[in-house]
Nanobody
């Protein structure tokens, strides 16, 4: 099993930036893709971004392309999500997730999830 702990969420004004971090543990981290999922109030979970193992091949939802950047540091077992040009629509709980293989592009590709970190973007 993979254990994930997110951090870096907070309140930011529209147009601002935040950097989320996810610390992972577990033997499967070495072979899994990693990603970020979010959920806004009243909405279903939404895929945000993913990065393959061991790295590269980032994949983004259309809603965040050009604004968010996912990266990973395998030596530190950590994945990041740099969020720029934030919009009120980006508000929600952001979850770090471990994929079931070395590639991930949809919600169904992920297994383990963290407990989430809250992101609030004010207008």
């Amino acid at each position: 099993q993979v254990q994930l702990v997110e951090s870096g969420g907070g309140l930011v004004q529209a147009g601002g930036s935040l950097r989320l971090s996810c610390a992972a543990s577990g033997r499967t981290f070495s072979v899994y893709a990693m990603g970020w999922i979010r959920q806004a109030p009243g909405k279903e979970r939404e895929f945000v971004a993913a990065i393959s193992w061991p790295g590269g091949s980032p994949y983004y939802a259309d809603s965040v392309k050009g604004r968010f950047t996912i990266s990973r540091d395998n030596a530190k077992n950590t994945v990041y999500l740099q969020m720029n040009s934030l919009k009120p629509e980006d508000t929600g709980v952001y979850y770090c997730a471990a994929g079931r293989g070395n590639r991930a592009q949809t919600l169904a590709d992920f297994g383990s999830w963290g407990q989430g970190t809250h992101v609030t973007v004010s207008s």
